[in-house]
């Protein structure tokens, strides 16, 4: 297995551009998480998905933010309008049913907003 | 407000000794308790958990020890490898049901040959 799969795996862009992030989950786990790392934050949840269903969103600092699951193999975050503060690292990560608890975390994203 | 705190940023120990890495946490709801290893320009890899019925959990040179009534977490490494050398990160999921996991921000651990 491929493990999960980001993209893309640098991202440059300028204040008020709208950024995409992608996420491949490994085949057959059903829970899907999306997180953020900074020097200030450390690694935050920003939302959660079982089954391609938003389950917890709380994480997801405004409305700038969003995030889609239309299948089970694909994921998006989207920045809209991007701004330097959200200049981060941004993981996936996906997990097995309930009863297996290991979190398996992509190579992440780094974005750099100018 | 931090639940979660590694308070120590960083750890240099030799190869061949001990390494013990410390994580305190808040909210006695917590119920089940890992620890992820992360290098350079990679994601986290879990490396170990215990659930909160359970005082310790030992995975071959790793054991986590778990203090509840201190709430505190720690992470044995012994014998010490350079191969060990990064960041390790505690995490905790609270009870009820949520799948979140809450994470400490990193301690930075360097073994020396």
Same mark, same amino acid.
């Given at each position: ?60 600092? /405004?409305? =700038?933010? @969003? *995030?889609?699951?239309?299948? !089970? %193999? ?8 991007? /701004?330097? =503060?959200? @200049? *981060?690292?941004?993981?996936? !990560? %996906? ?20 | ?113």
């Amino acid at each position: 297995d491929a493990g999960v799969i980001q993209s893309p795996r640098h991202e440059v862009t300028e204040m008020g551009q709208e950024v995409t992030l992608r996420c491949k989950p490994i085949s057959g786990h059903d829970y899907l998480f999306w997180y953020r790392q900074t020097m200030m934050r450390g690694l935050e949840l920003l939302i959660y998905f079982n089954n391609n269903v938003p389950i917890d969103d709380s994480g997801m600092p /405004e409305d =700038r933010f @969003s *995030a889609k699951m239309p299948n !089970a %193999s694909f994921s998006t975050l989207k920045i809209q309008p991007s /701004e330097p =503060r959200d @200049s *981060a690292v941004y993981f996936c !990560a %996906s997990r097995g049913p309930v009863g297996t608890d290991t979190q398996y975390f992509g190579p992440g994203t780094r974005l750099t907003v100018l | 407000d931090q639940q979660v705190k590694q308070n120590s940023p960083s750890l240099s120990v030799q190869e061949g000794r001990i390494s013990i890495l410390n994580c305190d946490y808040t909210n006695s709801m917590f119920d089940y308790f890992l620890w992820y290893k992360k290098y350079p320009a990679e994601g986290p890899t879990f490396l170990i958990s215990i659930s909160s019925i359970k005082d310790k959990n030992e995975d071959g040179r790793f054991t986590v020890f778990l203090n509840k009534s201190a709430k505190h977490l720690s992470l044995h490494i012994v014998p010490s490898q350079p191969g060990d050398s990064a960041v390790y990160f505690c995490a905790v999921r609270t009870q009820g049901g949520s799948e979140k996991l809450v994470f400490g921000k990193g301690m930075k651990l360097t073994v020396n040959p």
